[in-house]
């Protein structure tokens, strides 16, 4: 089990790996109506993400539930901070679909 320090750095990381994923969705997003190739580069962006988050939390986690459970806290805090913090779509809320 790591110290205080310890939780501090793997919530820190997991957090990191929340930004990385979740930004680089938010970029994807905003780069689909102009990519000529869409599907590629949705499944691309999937599978780049999944796999440096998947890489990350296997590097954080060492072997260790509780510092499993501390990476993805910090990856939810991440995921719930680019929700508010990313500009809502102009349509959104105007009947839109």
Request: with cysteine; charged share 10%.
């Amino acid at each position: 089990m790591p110290g205080p320090l310890g939780f501090v750095v793997i919530l820190l990381a997991g957090a990191a790996l929340g930004v990385v994923f979740f930004g680089g969705l938010w970029l994807t997003v905003r780069a689909l109506p102009h990519s000529r190739h869409a599907t590629l580069l949705a499944l691309a962006s999937y599978w780049g993400r999944t796999l440096l988050v998947v890489g990350g939390l296997l590097l954080a986690m060492d072997s260790s539930w509780q510092r499993a459970l501390i990476c993805l806290s910090g990856f939810t805090v991440a995921r719930i901070g680019m929700a508010r913090w990313a500009p809502a779509h102009p349509a959104a809320g105007r009947g839109a679909v």
